[in-house]
């Protein structure tokens, strides 16, 4: 069966630290990407997504993601975080096997100290 | 802006109680999705739906049923409610079928079952 894995669940730091969180899934054909944000009492948004072309994709908020095909990997990064990025993050993959079901990670609750 | 609302964001029930969870989108969206999201499972996709009076079973359908009798509108039943459905429900929607297409959440019901 499909899944995707997230490597932290939980993950500290201090404003202005670099941010790296992994996602790695395990379908071998082509596939879409996403992370999902969900913000303290809000909803689960769409934080960026890869479809095709630049594997180097920008989402909002100063957030980018990485899809190394060969590591079936999309890992989300940020040069400098804030204690506003202080949410939970939810790598999500639709393979392409004819249906539309997406499947998410555990998340990865992130906690930035001011 | 898409809207997605649900009828509640907290709900009490007992067991062997029926349930019914709701979901309204504003947007004409085609597919719409009931998840339930537990602490280091992530969101694991109950039912889902790509038309009117259309559903498919996701990855856990054990215990509830679906209704979709108007496009906007998407209902989650649990038959008999149980302890173990304790959890957070959202419900989501997304324009068109494929697997690029960006969904959308609601807030969220928070079910307790005693």
């Known amino acids: 069966a499909q899944s995707v894995s997230q490597h932290n669940h939980h993950v500290i730091l201090s404003e202005a630290a670099s941010l790296e969180l992994g996602c790695n899934y395990s379908?071998?054909?082509?596939?879409?990407l996403f992370w999902y944000v969900q913000y303290p009492g809000q909803h689960l948004q769409l934080l960026l997504k890869y479809f095709s072309g630049d594997p180097l994709v920008k989402g909002i908020k100063g957030f980018e993601a990485e899809f190394i095909k060969s590591k079936f990997s999309f890992n989300l990064r940020k040069p400098s975080v804030q204690w506003s990025d202080t949410a939970e993050y939810f790598c999500a993959v639709t393979p392409y096997t004819g249906g539309f079901k997406t499947i998410f990670g555990a998340g990865t609750r992130l906690f930035v100290k001011a | 802006d898409v809207k997605v609302t649900q009828s509640s964001r907290y709900l009490v029930k007992r067991t062997g109680e029926k349930v019914f969870l709701e979901c309204v989108q504003d947007m004409d969206h085609e597919n719409m999705f009931w998840y339930r999201q537990d602490p280091g499972l992530g969101l694991r996709l109950i039912y889902f739906s790509y038309d009117v009076k259309m559903k498919e079973k996701g990855d856990i359908p054990e215990g509830y049923s679906v209704s979709r009798e108007k496009k906007e509108r998407f209902s989650l039943i649990l038959e008999s409610a149980s302890t173990n459905q304790t959890s957070m429900y959202l419900c989501?929607?997304?324009?068109?079928?494929?697997?690029?297409?960006?969904?959308?959440f609601g807030p969220g019901t928070r079910l307790l079952v005693l």
């Open positions: 379908y071998g054909g082509t596939v879409n």
């Open positions: 989501a929607s997304s324009l068109l079928a494929g697997e690029q297409e960006t969904q959308y």
